[in-house]
């Protein structure tokens, strides 16, 4: 995938990776630098033996071996077929420093902001093993509810009855994707969707993260995480209205670039299109399921189809998508509607629930799991609570992996 002017076009066995893996740089910097200080501080101490060497006559070639030996093993220096986790323990050794947990991955960024909230309130902590559900409540009138405790949900996997063992009800922010359609049929709407799009933000909570991603027929990484709306208004009016339409492909690439970059556990995607994809690598199924990997995002939709040659199978996707991840879809009658729905969606994103339990089956043994929850409460009739569907146990595939 590109970030404009900077990255080109790659494309993968699986699909097209949304940016380069900056994190990824930088711990190559991080484990090989040190790797060459070591070599040099060996050649610099072979040299200075080599000189004591013709100081004093009485040394031999053995002596030399012996003290450069005994340099080198002063610092574990990593084989060419050394893992880079191996290497980052080793470097971990050196420095006195505790290595890295085997869950760590190479994204440090992620890493501290996912279990740790030493920088504030908001980063909610989660176990290895715990599953945390984003859910929202609705009544029997349609209206949102925000009072329910702990008590009140009940959590079934696999049909089966779950401790909950972590519960929230606070307005967290919330890692976010803009993924907006930039293919020609957009041009005449791109003006009201972004203002829609940054309303969007200005009725979020303030300490959320924000990137835009542009897609036609290929997509666009125009601005990266920020919190600033001058800049991701800059990203929203990179308008290039050309081409086909690669949705699948740009909300896989956007989930992808979340699960790796984001530091908040909280992950959604808000996407804006008018037509049913006709570029994509990846199918509807295949999408779906990379949505579904554990601590996937929510996705909410808006479909413009009043144009659309095959409404039917456009509206179709965006619900499937949306709804496996407990998101909404909505689809207007007309473009004004937009703004007034992407303040809806800002509501329903700050006053969910956050419902964290254990399963009974661990997840280290894979597979999709069936997730429902139930609520119930003295003072309401009927409650529906709507959450993920289900999600994949254990690491999924990253688009683009080879």
Known sequence: MRRRNRIRSRVGSTGRDLVRNEVGSKFRNWVFLPLLLLLASQVFSQDAGAGAVAAAPGSTPAAVGSQASTDSSSVPAASPTTSPSSSRVSSAAASGAPPPSANEGSNSKGRQAGDSDDSGVFVFRKQVEE????????????RIVTSLDKGDFSVYEDGHPQVITSFRHEDIPVAMGIVVDNSGSMREKRQKVNAAALNLVRASNPDDEVFIVNFNDEYYLDQDFTANINKLKAGLEKIEARGGTALYDAVVASADHLKREAKLEKKVIFVVTDGDDNESAETLEQAVRRLQGDGGPTVYAIGILEKEEHPKHAK?????????????????????????????VAHDIRTQYTIGYKPTT?????????????????????????????????SEPTAGAQ
């Open 362 to 394: 661990p997840k280290t043994q894979g597979g999709y799991r069936q997730v429902k929850v139930d609520a119930r409460a003295h003072n309401y009739g009927k409650l529906t609570v709507r959450t993920k569907s289900g999600y994949y146990a254990g």
């Open 131 to 142: 599953v945390l559900l984003h859910a929202t409540v609705i009544d029997d009138k349609q």
């Open 316 to 344: 179709r996707a965006l619900q499937i998508m949306s709804e496996r991840t407990g998101g909404l879809a909505f689809f207007p009658q007309t473009l004004d509607e937009v703004d007034a729905i992407s303040r809806t």
